[in-house]
């Protein structure tokens, strides 16, 4: 990507966020009620989205061939683990990323 | 009391709520400088962005879509997706940014998960003027993922370990906030939506594409599927919890 691809890639996030803060404030009002479908989506999304992330950001884990997903396996157990154990976000992110680190560089 | 005095006191009230969030946006901002850092990123782009962009979980994935192709109109919807919850936030405090002058602005654009927990939940003292307490939390709250993007980013160049591995972090911070998201609907049905139409999809499309058709499937099941859907998810009062 070029710096200018960069900068425009960059501006797309900030507008779609920018948009996402101040439509309430430009389209409804506290006296007309906010649509049911749109309320219903705001409520609905994030849970689907963020799945998908999850999934974005194991996009180039290849389960047939090279350490075969295991260290990510492995990791991702652990996030869960530590996080229904302690319920602690700083300590479950900072644990399994540790043990990803040291899984991919001291053992596969 | 003037202007001055009252944005002082607004202040001295505002940042013992934002204590928690030094802690979460230092660490998780440090994070982002650093796994920027490993991409081949200079210091200046996880500020920059921290500053523009200014929410956590759109910038770790705009770190991918800058090193992938050029692609805006993705850029865009995916940006969309990940912050459409920042609707609800808009919705719960159209009362409260009511007038509040040249601040507003500020408000609106700083409105993210944990400035919206605080502004909307906190309490705020009869004397302390409301305009200026919120205005503080939002820049407070700012100037910490600000910092530490920073701090990360000049870090990222001097660190004596191997980093491989560190964008883990990414993975690690959506599987924390999906538990977390878990926790408050009565049935996982969204998430198995969710995890079920990019699965389909990285198949069907190949992992540099499929991120536009999985959101379309996604906002077309759950248009589909509402009456099912509707009752497990958490429509009403909107809370921000651990998210980011």
Same mark, same amino acid.
């Given at each position: 990507m070029t710096l200018t691809q960069q900068i425009i890639t960059i501006l797309m996030c900030v507008l779609a !966020?920018?948009? !996402?803060r101040a439509l309430p404030f430009l389209l409804f009002s506290s006296k007309k009620p906010t649509p049911k479908f749109v309320r219903y989506l705001g409520g609905a999304l994030p849970t689907a989205i963020f799945a998908m992330l999850v999934v974005y950001c194991l996009k180039n884990v290849n389960i047939l061939s090279g350490s075969h997903g295991i260290p990510e396996l492995i990791a991702i157990c652990a996030v869960v683990g530590v996080h229904l154990w302690r319920k602690n976000t700083l300590l479950s992110i900072l644990l399994g990323t540790v043990i990803y680190m040291l899984l991919i560089q001291l053992v596969f | 009391m003037n202007e001055r005095q009252k944005s002082l006191a607004a202040l001295k009230a505002a940042f013992p709520h934002t204590v928690p969030i030094l802690t979460g946006f230092g660490f998780l901002g440090i994070t982002y400088g650093i796994f920027m850092g490993a991409q081949g990123f200079g210091a200046l782009y996880p500020f920059l962005i921290s500053l523009t962009v $200014?929410? +956590?979980?759109l910038q770790f994935i705009a770190v991918n879509l800058l090193l992938g192709a050029f692609n805006p109109i993705q850029a865009f919807a995916v940006a969309l997706m990940i912050q459409a919850r920042h609707l609800f936030y +808009? *919705?719960?405090m159209l009362d409260k940014y009511k007038n509040m002058g040249w601040k507003k602005p500020y408000l609106v654009f700083g409105l993210c998960d944990e400035s919206f927990s605080i502004n909307y939940t906190a309490k705020i003292p009869e004397s302390v003027d409301r305009g200026w307490f919120m205005f503080w939390v939002t820049l407070l709250n700012q100037t910490y993922w600000v910092v530490g993007s920073a701090l990360g980013g000049i870090a990222g160049n001097f660190i004596p370990f191997n980093t491989e591995g560190i964008d883990f972090v990414m993975t690690a911070m959506f599987i924390v906030i999906l538990i977390e998201q878990l926790k408050k609907e009565k049935r996982p049905y969204t998430a198995l939506i969710g995890l079920a139409s990019s699965l389909i999809c990285l198949v069907a499309f190949g992992a540099d594409s499929f991120l *536009? %058709?999985?959101m379309l499937i996604i906002i077309l099941t759950l248009t589909v599927c509402r009456r $099912? *859907?509707? %009752?497990t998810v958490d429509v009403g009062? %909107? $809370?921000? +919890?651990e998210r980011l």
């Open positions: !966020t920018v948009l !996402t | $200014f929410g +956590g979980s +808009g *919705i719960a *536009i %058709p999985t $099912f *859907i509707e %009752p009062e %909107p $809370f921000g +919890g």
